[in-house]
């Protein structure tokens, strides 16, 4: 007989005081390490916040909290504080956590336990959470059951729920665009590849992985990795793509990193990003930090070691790693001034001589469209990236950047070109539409990227630090910059 699998319920904990206060403690264990670092006249006694006393699947308490444990307390006490229980995740047995709610449970552990065939126990350490059992059931319900708890999902705005009804997922083909035998043949090996392939996030990954299921990914899943296998596709050469907005400011050495990032996570392979402010740009301020100094201008001293790639090992005391970022950055010069210290035929020496080195480069620019190696990268570029922040005069500057590149011939290049729109603390909702509407015809795609607070001090950027609808913006914006090229 096989045994009982046993999979945890969590839950962010909020305190609620006599006075109305409350106090987000995150979990168990800081609410009660918040409470005993508190005076207390008698015993603290903990009852269940009012939101939670009509809900059959708790119990409301009250309880006692004795030397750091809860035990029962009198019925008659009135509570020195509710609990208040918030974000509710799925815990499997390897630690991850996926996003579920509690309305969703029996019809998510009644469907698991019938499809392993054995009983499942959803349980928690929560004061009040009742714990939940399953046995299989004795009907074929269990599929339409995944698949109501998948419509819940999508109703109640569960984040593992990503919808992207305007996406083509692997296989589907342009009606207008006949695709070959060979083509029809090789996605449909992909589509049942991914169709096949168990999921691994969210609740149905939370599930698998602790009972040992193998329950298909949800449509977000599906469409993440639609997205991976779009930044994994092989490229003919050496690719460059450039980021140009002539305002400082609008986000493009934020773009550039996580472009970068994106890859080296994503794709991997030889990346680079390089800072080709034509004074001084703050790449390597957001970088992380390398045991060198050294800059484009000290590449450029000695690019004639590296016209063959016989010296490639020498390139680690010039750029600077990025961790589990896996990409490189080259960084500016760091001496500001009104003269071009690397002009447009060094750019161009150094790009033939790195293009042996790394698969894809991406390129940040300045400010100075007239200026001679800003325009020797537009002459590079496979793909243009329109950094845009939803900001007035980033927005304003974005589109005069525009007229500049066709005006100086690059109407083909701008046909091709990738729009990315980051959204600031305080955005306008009518100005993103005015931007987006503006940029339809004259840019290829266009992602938007929501506000970020690990990003907004211009400090340093921390992968781990940023939300995952973040790198989700971003996955989709490098998809976008790799089917360019």
């Known amino acids: 007989m096989i045994a009982a699998s046993i999979v945890k319920l969590t839950a962010k904990v909020t305190l609620v005081d006599r006075t ?154 342009d009606a207008d665009r006949p695709m070959s035998t060979a083509q029809a043949f090789a996605t449909r090996t992909q589509t049942r590849r991914q169709a096949l392939g168990p999921a691994r996030t969210g609740w149905r990954g939370t599930l698998n992985n602790a009972v040992g299921l193998s329950i298909a990914p949800g449509r977000g899943e599906q469409h993440t990795r639609h997205l991976h296998t779009t930044i994994q596709k092989g490229l003919a050469g050496h690719r460059t793509a450039v980021v140009v907005n002539i305002k400082g400011g609008a986000s493009k050495t934020t773009a550039t990193y996580l472009l970068g990032a994106t890859l080296g996570r994503v794709r991997g392979g030889m990346v680079l990003a390089w800072d080709n402010n034509e004074n001084s740009g703050n790449l390597a301020d957001r970088a992380l930090p390398a045991a060198h100094s050294h800059t484009a201008l000290d590449l450029l001293d000695r690019i004639a070691d590296f016209t063959t790639p016989e010296h490639a090992d020498r390139l680690a005391g010039y750029v600077r790693p990025q961790g589990d970022n896996k990409f490189h950055v080259l960084a500016s010069q760091n001496e500001a001034g009104n003269t071009e210290v690397i002009d447009a035929e060094a750019f161009r020496t150094m790009h033939a001589a790195l293009r042996q080195f790394y698969g894809l480069a991406l390129v940040d620019t300045g400010n100075a469209s007239t200026a001679p190696t800003w325009q020797a990268a537009i002459d590079v570029a496979d793909v243009l990236v329109i950094a845009i922040a939803n900001k007035e005069d980033a927005a304003r500057r974005a589109f005069t950047t525009i007229d500049a590149l066709r005006n100086q011939g690059h109407g083909d290049k701008l046909d091709n070109a990738v729009a990315i729109i980051t959204q600031p603390r305080t955005a306008s909702p009518q100005r993103l539409k005015d931007i987006t509407d503006t940029l339809e015809g004259l840019v290829r795609a266009v992602t938007v990227i929501p506000f970020d607070r690990a990003l907004d001090d211009g400090g340093q950027i921390v992968w781990e630090s940023l939300s995952n609808s973040t790198r989700q913006a971003y996955l989709q914006a490098t998809a976008h910059v790799i089917e360019g090229m």
């Open 20 to 173: 109305g206060t409350r106090v987000p403690a995150g979990s168990l264990e800081q609410a009660m390490a918040l409470i005993a670092g508190r005076a207390h006249q008698s015993t603290p006694v903990l009852g269940l916040s009012a939101q939670h006393e009509t809900d059959p699947s708790f119990d409301t308490g009250p309880w006692a909290l004795v030397e750091g444990h809860l035990g029962p307390a009198p019925e008659t006490d009135v509570p020195d504080y509710l609990l208040e229980y918030t974000e509710w995740h799925l815990d499997d047995q390897a630690g991850r956590l996926s996003p579920v709610t509690p309305a969703s449970l029996d019809t998510i552990g009644q469907a698991v336990a019938t499809r392993a065939g054995h009983d499942v126990t959803i349980t928690s350490d929560l004061p009040g959470v009742r714990t939940h059992r399953y046995a299989p059931a004795t009907d074929t319900t269990a599929d339409s059951d995944v698949a109501s708890a998948v419509a819940h999902d999508a109703a109640t705005g569960d984040p593992s729920w990503v919808p992207h009804l305007d996406q083509d997922l692997p296989g589907t083909v």
